[in-house]
């Protein structure tokens, strides 16, 4: 039997157009509006905590968009950003270093919708 050459990738899949961990490359555009950002891990718990949260953060601020985990997400995080039009940005809420218990990491989402309203005035 003829010996098998090695695979090669192809040219296509050498040049990658994510950038690390299979986030979107950054295409140096700003955003064209604010949005509020949540970074939930993937667990459940931490994506119906994000679901009422976005809920009522659409409620409080229609205009606004809401966007969950645009990107991948690190593990353990719960993080709300508002991120402005000139690119700046603002957090929300981070809940990174608290607890356990796992419930200290959540916030009240009406202490999230004041905090809002606090950097949009």
Not at 43 to 61: C, D, F, H, M, P
Not at 101 to 115: G, I, N, T
Request: hydrophobic share 35%; with cysteine.
């Amino acid at each position: 039997m003829a010996p098998r050459g090695r695979k090669r990738k192809s040219e296509a899949a050498e040049v990658c157009p994510t950038g690390k961990r299979g986030e979107p490359a950054d295409s140096g555009e700003g955003a064209a509006e604010p949005q509020v950002v949540i970074e939930h891990c993937t667990s459940r718990v931490y994506a119906r905590q994000a679901a009422l949260l976005s809920q009522a953060l659409r409620v409080a601020a229609p205009q606004l968009a809401v966007a969950v985990n645009p990107a991948r997400p690190r593990r353990g995080s719960f993080e709300v950003t508002l991120r402005r039009a000139d690119g700046s940005g603002a957090e929300l809420w981070t809940g990174i270093k608290k607890g356990p218990p796992r419930k200290l990491k959540f916030p009240e989402p009406q202490a999230v919708v004041e905090e809002l309203k606090r950097h949009l005035a």
